[in-house]
């Protein structure tokens, strides 16, 4: 009888070398594979992610962590998604995640992520692919259903928006609009509308040398102090060091 399992391991015995998916992955455009340690360091990423996320080099990224590339509160989600995938040493299917592209615009992505194990069956590290929600097939139709909203977003960010308006554009209630909004997402319509306004006031910061007061009022805040103590959550640091720390990167990009 044919024993799939031992013709398997027979020929990987057999390679070279590991597989090295993120080769593959980057003839796929739509799709970006990465791969990190235990302890949320990256080890592998293919070459159409880092495209994404402006990394112009292996090194600037292989050793990196979340923390390194992306703003606090989300590097955290990531992370906390990573340990759940590792404690669990189960697959993670088709996780939304909000992530800004080297334009600074955000995107929403499709994420599923599995263990890496190693020779003694330990759990060693977390491997996952990305795709963008748009173009990732008729089977997430009901992320787009939400298309609208999120345009609306993006358009009158710098306004006063009030969930009430976005719930009428799907004709929800407020509360059916939340949860629905939540379910899909994973993060309540208040919390994207600010972290749109945080990414906007980002660009402006790196882009322009507006005082950071006029880049609050524009972004959508009208209180300089509220829109300081909103930035250090999301952020991590205030407006200022934000600047410092990565007008030089921008201006190279």
Same mark, same amino acid.
């Given at each position: 009888?044919?024993?799939?399992?031992?013709?398997?391991?027979? +020929?990987?015995?057999?390679?070279?070398?590991?597989?090295?998916?993120?080769?593959?992955?980057?003839?796929?455009?739509?799709?970006?594979?990465?791969?990190?340690?235990?302890?949320?360091?990256?080890?592998?990423?293919?070459?159409?992610?880092?495209?994404?996320?402006?990394?112009?080099?292996?090194?600037?990224?292989?050793?990196?962590?979340? +923390?390194?590339?992306?703003?606090?509160?989300?590097?955290?989600?990531? !992370?906390?998604?990573?340990?759940?995938?590792?404690?669990?040493?189960?697959?993670?299917?088709?996780?939304?995640?909000?992530?800004?592209?080297?334009?600074?615009?955000?995107?929403?992505?499709?994420?599923?992520?599995?263990?890496?194990?190693?020779?003694g069956g330990q759990v060693i590290g977390v491997a996952g692919v990305l795709r963008d929600i748009k173009v990732?097939?008729?089977?997430?139709?009901?992320?787009?259903?939400?298309?609208? !909203?999120?345009?609306?977003?993006?358009?009158?960010?710098?306004?006063?928006? /009030?969930?009430?308006?976005?719930?009428?554009?799907?004709?929800?209630s407020v509360s059916q609009f939340d949860r629905k909004f939540k379910k899909l997402y994973q993060i309540t319509?208040?919390?994207?509308?600010?972290? !749109?306004?945080?990414?906007?006031a980002c660009q402006s910061l790196t882009r322009t040398e507006k005082r950071v007061s006029e880049i609050a009022?524009?972004?959508?805040?009208?209180? /300089?102090?509220? +829109?300081?103590?909103?930035?250090?959550?999301?952020?991590?640091?205030?407006?200022?060091?934000?600047?410092?720390?990565?007008?030089?990167?921008?201006?190279?990009?």
């Amino acid at each position: 009888m044919f024993d799939s399992q031992k013709f398997r391991d027979d +020929f990987l015995k057999r390679l070279d070398n590991k597989l090295h998916l993120e080769d593959l992955f980057n003839y796929i455009p739509d799709a970006y594979f990465f791969a990190k340690d235990a302890q949320g360091r990256f080890i592998n990423i293919s070459h159409t992610w880092m495209d994404i996320l402006a990394i112009p080099r292996e090194e600037d990224i292989i050793g990196k962590t979340d +923390f390194d590339i992306h703003p606090k509160d989300l590097a955290e989600q990531y !992370v906390a998604e990573d340990q759940r995938v590792m404690e669990s040493a189960s697959p993670l299917p088709n996780q939304v995640w909000l992530i800004p592209d080297r334009h600074g615009n955000l995107k929403w992505y499709l994420c599923s992520k599995i263990p890496l194990f190693g020779d003694g069956g330990q759990v060693i590290g977390v491997a996952g692919v990305l795709r963008d929600i748009k173009v990732a097939g008729t089977e997430f139709q009901s992320y787009q259903e939400l298309d609208k !909203v999120i345009a609306y977003v993006l358009e009158h960010y710098q306004e006063r928006i /009030q969930i009430s308006d976005l719930a009428d554009l799907m004709y929800l209630s407020v509360s059916q609009f939340d949860r629905k909004f939540k379910k899909l997402y994973q993060i309540t319509p208040q919390k994207y509308i600010l972290r !749109v306004r945080i990414n906007a006031a980002c660009q402006s910061l790196t882009r322009t040398e507006k005082r950071v007061s006029e880049i609050a009022l524009e972004s959508g805040f009208y209180d /300089q102090s509220y +829109f300081t103590k909103q930035f250090v959550n999301l952020m991590g640091i205030s407006p200022s060091e934000y600047r410092k720390k990565f007008k030089s990167h921008e201006s190279m990009s």
